[in-house]
């Protein structure tokens, strides 16, 4: 009777353990929060846009204060539900904050080819953009950044199909593509290098970035940006392969992005780290990550359990145009898409540096560090 009472109690304990369909729904509903703009609030937000574009945008000295001053303006209108959702993110606590309802900067439709990357940064619309970016980091108290080694040490990074690897080829369309957010290549979850740290500097290298925003230039053909909170992932994998991931039995490949000659592959690194302040961070790429070959059983069975939960999760599937832009915190939730279908596609991203980050720091304004 004791036996049976037992096995009992322990399947009770296991079936509790399983998120079922409804509970799993529930917390990506908490992870990816809505910020939904009043329209004189967007109006705002569009004129302080516009102002910081007009000086140069987010790589123009000065910037990160005027973005700050319009943020603060900004948040002293916004209600106590708006402000708590700003709050969470801020403090780390939810994966994804996507803002709606901003103003559409440009009536221009897309031409038929994808323009060269140097016309495109220059376009006043894409200054206004990335300076709208800015000013959102702004509102969550995230510093938008670049990396010394990374996009050439500038803040604007755009995401689109120039180096090939698309459904349909490019003009000159090379052999080798690189693996990368400027190739129209799929690109499986991951959060954003370097992966050396996460949170705090080590070793003369800055950790990750906290956040990265992404709004559309132009997206005609509504191909979604996908996210992946890795809360639900982790708890279904459980305690002891948690523990086994924030070991430093783990590899990663140098990132295509870096400028030529800088970063590095890297070695001995965990993908996660307890943290006093947000609880977790995460640091993990799909097709760059690898277990060391002499971890123990018990890492890579946490490894392969890890790629297996990422695998089976629920991804959240967001179109970005104009009107909208997305926070993901890259220390809580991956990224990824599927292969460019419409070459024409130009999202706008900056990264974010969080209240929290310890980096190092080469310029400050505008703020650039070393990767």
């Known amino acids: 009777m004791i036996g049976s009472r037992c ?9 509790a353990m399983k998120p079922d369909a409804e509970t799993t729904e529930f917390v990506i509903e908490h992870e990816i929060r809505t910020f939904s703009f009043e329209v004189w609030q967007s109006k705002l937000l569009h004129q302080f846009s516009e102002e910081l574009a007009a000086v140069g945008g987010p790589q123009s000295s000065g910037a990160k204060s005027k973005a700050s001053l319009a943020a603060a303006a900004l948040k002293h209108s916004c209600s106590k539900q708006q402000c708590e959702l700003l709050q ?6 939810v994966s994804v904050l996507i803002f709606e309802g901003l103003q559409r900067i440009s009536n221009v ?16 619309d894409v200054l206004c953009l990335a300076a709208r970016n800015q000013i959102l980091l702004e509102l969550v108290d995230n510093s938008a950044f670049a990396y010394d080694m990374d996009n050439e040490g500038k803040l604007i990074r755009l995401v689109a199909n120039f180096k090939g690897g698309g459904l349909i080829r490019i003009p000159d369309e090379p052999v080798l593509k690189e693996l990368s957010s400027h190739s129209g290549l799929a690109l499986g979850p991951h959060t954003e290098a370097p992966y050396w740290c996460a949170m705090d500097a080590e070793d003369g ?12 230039l132009w997206n005609p053909g509504q191909e979604p940006t996908r996210v ?7 708890e279904k994998i459980g305690a002891i392969n948690c523990l086994a991931l924030s070991t430093s039995h783990f590899q990663f490949t140098r990132s295509d992005s870096f ?9 001995n690194v965990s993908i996660l780290e307890f943290n006093e302040k947000v609880g977790f961070t995460a640091r993990f790429n799909a097709y760059r990550f690898s277990v060391n070959a002499n971890a123990s059983t018990f890492v890579k069975t946490a490894y392969n359990a890890l790629c ?4 089976e999760a629920t991804h959240a599937e967001y179109a970005l145009t104009q009107e909208s832009a997305m926070t993901i915190n890259n220390c809580r939730a991956l990224h990824c898409r599927d292969v460019i279908k419409d070459n024409r596609r130009v999202l706008v991203r900056i990264f974010g540096l969080s209240k929290f980050s310890s980096p190092i720091v080469i310029s400050e ?6 990767g």
Not at 109 to 124: F, G, Q, T, V
Not at 259 to 267: N, P, T
Not at 308 to 311: A, F, L, R, S
């Open 7 to 15: 096995t009992t109690e322990t399947q009770a304990m296991t079936d």
């Open 88 to 93: 969470a993110y801020s403090d780390g606590l």
């Open 109 to 124: 439709s897309p031409p038929a080819e994808l323009p060269d990357l140097e016309s495109l940064e220059n376009r006043h």
């Open 205 to 216: 290298h800055s950790p990750s970035p906290s956040s990265l925003i992404l709004t559309a």
């Open 228 to 234: 992946i909170p890795l809360p639900p992932i982790l």
């Open 259 to 267: 400028v030529r000659g800088k970063g590095e592959d890297g070695r």
């Open 308 to 311: 297996e939960g990422i695998g």
């Open 365 to 370: 304004d505008p703020l650039v560090l070393k």
